[in-house]
Every structure is written in structure tokens, then in C-alpha cells.
């Protein structure tokens, strides 16, 4: 007796993202059939996905990490970053590098934060997260009034929102170097392996010589400063920022780890996957756009998304756990 066909859930969403584009080309004012429209749609579809993905990256580092680990700051991150930048730059590209490497630390700063809150006041992961998000929204208000004063670097805008190499625009470019090192950290590093270790069981990997505690201060850190990064790109991006810049990226963030195969228990996952969910989501939404569906109804499609493919990983169990 043949063993049935399976597709792991990273693959699965790379298809649900082709046929979800195919389908796009039958809708009225699409691309049709024209092959030039169709790659620039594509071209921009990608784009679009390059800053949910890269917020994604440090979900997908603390949700493998495993103990409910999650983070519902990065939301909040992505605007602290974001404003960071604009209010330093102040339109000299001199600035940017130095604004970048701020943004990082003081990303990893907060997220060292969080981890140690986790670790040593044991506290849970979704309430830690959750405050540390209302702190850091309370002194975005404190200190700017809600009004951040500044401007883009011209240099940000032609590396990130223009096209830099044979019309590929400089984001692709940028996400298509930043997965690959995110690659190379879980699967070809010691701190991927132990990371894995200890969202299987953290007793197990303790016992095997596995320093959990670092691990997770670590983790939660790394985290932070991706989701600081996410909010540099998105700001050279947009050239624009406000307070709830970054509210768009927390929640579609964590459903791109998990369309993309990342168990949400943890010990299991990987970054390509959750590259391949936000390219999924960013289709839905584009798809519902077209479709000239309200908001309401493309928020109800993707949480229904989201549940169904869940259904069909089978990881209601992990989900407990």
C-alpha cells in the first residue's frame, strides 16, 4: 500500500502564493494575459511582502524557540524604529548608517528586556511582550507628542523603494541577502541548533548542555532588533511615519510563521516558510483588494485563511501545548 503524498506546510504555501496569483490574473483590471504586467504585478507583490517579512523573521526565531514564546512588541518596534530614523536622518545620508546600527541596538536593548522579564520573572511571553508594547507606544507619545519631526535620506529611498539592479527593486535585493542569513543562523550555526533544542524541550536541551536561559535572552533580543530593522525598511520605504506605522505588521506577522509551516509550540520551523506566508498573505490581501472587498471582510477571509490552513498542518495539538 502506497504511503499518501504529503507536502511540508513551507512548500504548501509557496503553492497557495502561485495559485493565488494565477487566479488574481482573472479578475477585472488585472494583468490578464499580458506577461509584462504580470511580472511587474509579481514584482510587486514580492516587494509588498519584503517588510511583513522581515518583521516576521524575529516571530519566527521566538515561536521556535518554543514555551508559548511570541512577541507583541514588534508592532510597536517597527513604529519606535521607524521614527528613530526619520527624527536622526534628518535627510543626510551620512546618518543612515549610524541610524541604522542605533536602531538595532536600541531594538535588541528592549528585547533583552523582554527575555529577562521571561526568564527571571517568569513572566509569560504574551503579557510581557504585550506591556512592553504599551511602554514603548507611551514613549513614542511622551517624547514626540505624536508628531516626529524629521526627513528621509535620499540614499534610503534609492536603495530601498527604487529599483537598484536590472529593475529588481532594492528591497527584494535587501530580503533576498537578509533570508539568506537568517538561513545560515538556524541551520548552519550552533545558536540554530540549540534554538531548536529548546523548543523541543528545554529540560531535555538543559541536560544536554544547552544554556536555555542565554538562549532565550538571545532569542528575544535577535527578535527585537529585527523587528528595529523591519522599521528602517519600512520608513525608507514609505518616507512617511506616525504612531500606529507599525500595528499593521504585529498580528500579520505571527500568521505568516504560522501559514508557513512554523509550529507554533515550537522546536519546528523555518524562516523560508515564513518568508512563503507572507507572501500568501500579502496575495490574499491583494486578491480581496481588487475584489473591492471592505476591510471587514478581508480581515474575516485571513483569519479564516489562517484557521484552515492551521486545520490542515494538524497542529491544533501543538497549539495547546
Known sequence: ????????????????????????GFLPNSFGTDMNAALGQATNIV????????????????IISGSEGIDLSAG???????????????????????????????GAAIGFINGVGITY???????????????????????NHGNAQGM??????????????????GAIIIWTVFAGLIWLLLERSAYG??????????????LSGVNVTGMVLLTYALAGALASFGGFMVVGNTGVVFLTLGAP???????????????????KGSYFGSMAGALVLILITSLLTTMQMIDAVRQMVLGATLLILISIYGRQKGLRQ
Do not use: C, D, Y
Open 76 to 106: 510597536s518596534m517597527v513604529t519606535l524604529s521607524a521614527i528613530l530614523t526619520w527624527t536622526f536622518v534628518q535627510g543626510k545620508n551620512e546618518r543612515v548608517l549610524p541610524a541604522l546600527v542605533g536602531v538595532l541596538l536600541i
Open 152 to 169: 528621509l535620506a535620499p540614499i534610503m529611498t534609492k536603495v530601498i523603494a527604487r529599483p537598484l539592479i536590472f529593475g529588481i527593486p
Open 249 to 267: 505588521f504585529l498580528f500579520p506577522s505571527i500568521a505568516a510563521v504560522a501559514v508557513g509551516g512554523t509550529l507554533l509550540s515550537g522546536g
Open 193 to 206: 541548533k540549540n534554538l531548536f533544542a529548546i523548543g523541543v524541550n528545554r529540560v531535555t536541551a538543559k
Open 121 to 143: 520573572l517568569k513572566i509569560s511571553p504574551f503579557v510581557m511582550t504585550l506591556g512592553m508594547s504599551g511602554v514603548i507606544t507611551g514613549v513614542i507619545i511622551i517624547t
Open 1 to 24: 500500500m502506497k504511503k499518501p503524498i504529503s507536502i511540508s506546510p513551507p512548500v504548501a504555501a509557496v503553492l497557495l502564493a502561485i495559485v493565488l496569483f494565477v487566479l488574481s
Open 47 to 62: 516587494r509588498l511582502a519584503v517588510f511583513l517579512g522581515i518583521v516576521a523573521a524575529g516571530q519566527t526565531l521566538v
